[in-house]
């Protein structure tokens, strides 16, 4: 293991202004995700990516993220304090928040049933979505 994510697997040739930085099982909805919030926009385009691994970050592809993209979603399974808080402070400390350009969501899917995480993952999608549509 290398510590590097996967490059994005779901990416439109027009303009990524969305990135989802998936770290666990929710790369397929993530995938899905980026669609529904396509469809619902055409003109709005989302590159996913699989992090793969928490540690080390894969400050390369945060990195390209950032720089690529207005907003960024991290998306786990987890805690309060996981993958999406360690972007973020790795965001802050590369000057990537400097600008004010950047808009960072942090998602974290706490234990559950699967049909119980996957429609709280949709409504919080839903919020996360109108947060992206004011932003843009």
Known sequence: M??????????????????????????????????????????????????????????????????????????????VGGFGDHVLHFLALDGQLDKGTLKVVVWVGLGGKPTTLIALFCWRLDFVCGFVFYWL
């Open 2 to 79: 290398n510590g590097r994510g996967q490059p994005p697997n779901h990416t439109r040739t027009s303009t990524n202004q969305v990135a989802i930085l998936n770290l666990g099982t929710r790369l397929a909805s993530s995938v899905e995700a980026a669609r529904k919030l396509e469809l619902t926009n055409p003109d709005i385009g989302v590159t996913v990516a699989d992090a793969r691994f928490m540690k080390p970050l894969d400050i390369v592809l945060i990195r390209a993220l950032a720089e690529e993209h207005s907003v960024l979603v991290t998306i786990e399974e987890g805690s």
